[in-house]
């Protein structure tokens, strides 16, 4: 079982940065792979990025790649999502997820791969 609670959501205007992070409950976070989906109001949960388990390897959607960078440090238990230019339309509410290695780097995106989330927390972008 882990427990994922994200941190370090905002009111930030276009431009700006943030940086979120998930803090994992037990002692197996290095196990599972990371993964940061968002969901604006009235829109599915999409993918925004991921990481594997050692940190070797990450994958982001498109519309974020250049200006988001996902980390982790398993010594801390704690993935992170540092997100630059930030767009009106990044806002939503951030979630991160935990789930078992993928077989395919395509797998990441998938909400399917993730067996625990956490409560999310809102990122508002102002133009």
């Known amino acids: 079982q882990v427990q994922l609670v994200e941190s370090g959501g905002g009111l930030v205007q276009a431009g700006g940065s943030l940086r979120l992070s998930c803090a994992a409950s037990g002692r197996t976070f290095s196990s599972y792979a990371m993964g940061w989906f968002r969901q604006a109001p009235g829109k599915d949960r999409e993918f925004v990025a991921a990481i594997s388990r050692s940190g070797g390897s990450t994958s982001y959607a498109d519309s974020v790649k250049g200006r988001f960078t996902i980390s982790r440090d398993n010594a801390k238990n704690t993935v992170y999502l540092q997100m630059n230019s930030l767009k009106p339309e990044d806002t939503a509410v951030y979630y991160c997820?935990?789930?078992?290695?993928?077989?395919?780097?395509?797998?990441?995106?998938?909400?399917?791969?993730?067996?625990?989330w956490g409560q999310g927390t809102q990122v508002t972008v102002s133009s």
């Open positions: 997820a935990a789930g078992a290695a993928p077989s395919t780097s395509a797998q990441y995106a998938k909400p399917t791969l993730y067996n625990y």
